[in-house]
Nanobody
Framework: QVQLVESGGGLVQPGGSLRLSCAAS????????MGWYRQAPGKQRELVAT???????NYADSVKGRFTISKDNAKNTVALQMNSLKPEDTAVYYC??????????????WGQGTQVTVSS
């Protein structure tokens, strides 16, 4: 089993910044990729940003230039630096990890989610 623990959500004013972190632990041989998704009330969950084990990144158009995803391969952690936040960034943010387990199986895990609210 693999556990994902997220932290860093909260309330911020428009134009402000927040940093989300996610730590993966458990029966991990290696991490194929990690990423952040978000779900606003009444909307489907959507991709925000992903990063592979080789540190290739992918961003939603709506966050390009404002958000930066980074990964610490040694610690199995991923972070999302969010700058110039807008009210439309308000959502529950979920960490996702695609890992190769110690049994050499590719497995998918989600974190419990952390609330980000952008409001004045």
């Amino acid at each position: 089993q693999v556990q994902l623990v997220e932290s860093g959500g909260g309330l911020v004013q428009p134009g402000g910044s927040l940093r989300l972190s996610c730590a993966a632990s458990g029966s991990i041989f290696s991490i194929n990729s990690m990423g952040w998704y978000r779900q606003a009330p009444g909307k489907q969950r959507e991709l925000v940003a992903t990063i592979t084990g080789g540190l290739s990144t992918n961003y939603a158009d709506s966050v390009k230039g404002r958000f930066t995803i980074s990964k610490d391969n040694a610690k199995n952690t991923v972070a999302l630096q969010m700058n110039s936040l807008k009210p439309e960034d308000t959502a529950v943010y979920y960490c996702k990890a695609n890992v190769k387990s110690v049994r050499y199986r590719d497995e998918l895990y989600w974190g419990q989610g952390t609330q980000v609210t952008v409001s004045s």
